[in-house]
């Protein structure tokens, strides 16, 4: 089986009439990106504001160039669809997003028909909607509030009960854009940890737009670094950070990357959480 | 650092509680606390901690419901506002909470203008905070065209502009990409060095330990522990009752069994030597450990 997402060569420009998201007119907001992701696999993107992070994840689900009008080259391939050509409501089949502000999300009145809207607009029969919600709640540890307004929950239960919206629909693919912006430590753990295990046990891909790197070295499969709209670098947390490293890029990375890289200036990858940085001590002792 | 004409305290609260109307549980319950001038403090704690309530008190956004709270010498909620504010500024998390003026030079200009400045002495300090945050190709634009991490620095400006004695800022480091957080806390270390008092509300303590002399932790509306960064920092299982991680560096030293001279190490630079000392020693024993 191939990749579940499989993208050649895609570049996107703004109308010169409009600044667009990345207030850049006329230079490409992605250029020349080639990049594929599998099934199961969960990928961070890093980059600074205006680096293209929103923008890539806007051509997966098919806002960009749909909704938010931009020249989009080079080929897509979301789960066998093209996202320029397949309507945005058929896409919403395969592909959800979580955005950074859980209150924003809100609609509903309750936390139960929050996971059940977007099921109501896929037409999912009432008998199988219940059963979705209901397992969807009881995945992100929201299985007693049901009946909650949703804006009663904290910042991370409202972000968790995004997820649970998203994970009802039974997507292959899980957008993220800085899901954790909003969020303090111990929340934003849980939430990592949460689809983490929802992408191994599952096998949806997700594909997270994260700032913190601790975060991203803790729970990502593999990161990509967007730079000015190019794919600067893309590999395991060990591989990517390391790079970083040795390109003296120290705050882009875990504080333990940038002190082993010290110790070893040409390892090809480093360790990126405490516990690697244990291990990898122990080992050249 | 010279003593302040205002006193030696620039924020002083007695046994301060505050619930918010209708809420269960106060937000703020029975905290004691002083900072001094010139001091940069971070306030630490979880969502729901009572951070930004206290932050609120300070600058007399709310007023206490029990206890007494003193900035710069005033009652923060009974002060005249103009009295308030040539005082202490506060930088929301959300900038959307603060930016009103249609273009980022009114922004800018509204601060000093409300102080009673008059225009040339307004038109300095806007140029004077647009340089400071590189706002200076943005000032004709809109505040709301602008991208989010943009439009933060434009709170964060038009603050500035005040010259405030005491700055408070509310998670400066939420949403910021690395170098932007590495610029910002550039700026609070400036701001530190030139006299400014700040309270820094934050969860991120590796952000903190990069500018702060001193962390309060709050737990459930209470000081659950203050003092100097490194004694806070080295307290695990104090941090982690409060839902907060320490920083990486501090976490993997204490799990090497490693302490500089004055107690947490708390970065790369620290810690090397120290493995050194150790992968170097005869006895494993390593020179400097903490008492």
Known sequence: MGPLVAIRDLTVTWPVSDS?????????????????????????????????????????????????HATVEGAIDVAGRDPRVTPVAELARDVAI?????????????????????????????????????EALAQ????????RHPLTLSGGEQQRLAVAGAVAMRPRLLLMDEPTSNLDPRAARLLLRLVRTLAADGGMAVVIVEHDVELLAEHADRVIVLEGG????????????????????????????ALAARLDPAATALPVTVEGAVGWLSGRA | MSTSIRGEFAVTLADV??????????????????????????????????????ARLVVGLLRATGGTVRTGGMDPALARPQAIAGFAGLVFQNPNHQLFA??????????????????????????????RLGLETVLGDHPYRLGIAVRRRVALAAVLAMRPRLLVLD??????????????????RDE?????TLIVITHDLTFAAGIAERIVVLREGRVHGDGPVRDVLAGERLLDDAGLVAPQIVRLASRLGLSGPHGALLTPDELLPMLAARDGGVTGEMPGAAE
């Open chain 2, 102 to 131: 249609s273009t980022v030079r009114d922004e800018l200009a509204l601060g000093p203008r409300n102080l009673g400045m008059h225009a040339t002495g307004t038109a300095t300090r806007v140029d004077e905070a647009a340089g």
């Open chain 2, 192 to 196: 530190a060095a030139s006299g400014t």
């Open chain 1, 98 to 134: 979580v955005l950074d502000d859980p209150e924003a999300q809100i609609s509903q009145a309750t936390v139960a028909e929050e996971v059940a809207f977007g099921l109501e607009n896929l037409a999912v029969p009432v008998a199988e909607m219940r059963v979705r919600v209901h």
């Open chain 2, 171 to 188: 998670e400066p480091s939420s949403g910021q990409g690395p170098a932007d957080a590495a610029r910002i806390s550039a700026l609070i």
């Open chain 1, 140 to 147: 992100v540890g929201l299985a007693g509030f049901a009946n």
């Open chain 2, 17 to 54: 509680s505050f619930t918010y109307p209708a809420a269960a549980r106060p937000a703020i319950d029975g905290v004691s606390l002083t900072v001094r001038s010139g001091e940069a403090v971070v306030i630490a704690g979880e969502s729901g901690s009572g951070k930004s309530t206290l």
């Open chain 1, 20 to 68: 667009g998201a990345d207030g850049s007119a006329g230079t490409p907001a992605l250029a020349g990106i080639t990049l594929t992701i599998n099934a199961g696999e969960v990928v961070g993107v890093m980059g600074e504001t205006g680096s293209g992070r929103s923008t890539l994840l806007r051509c997966l689900n098919g806002i960009v160039p749909h909704l938010v």
């Open chain 1, 230 to 257: 190019r794919l600067a670098v893309d590999g395991t947390p060990e591989a990517v950070f390391a790079t970083l490293a040795h390109m003296g890029r120290t705050t882009s990375v875990p504080p333990v990357t």
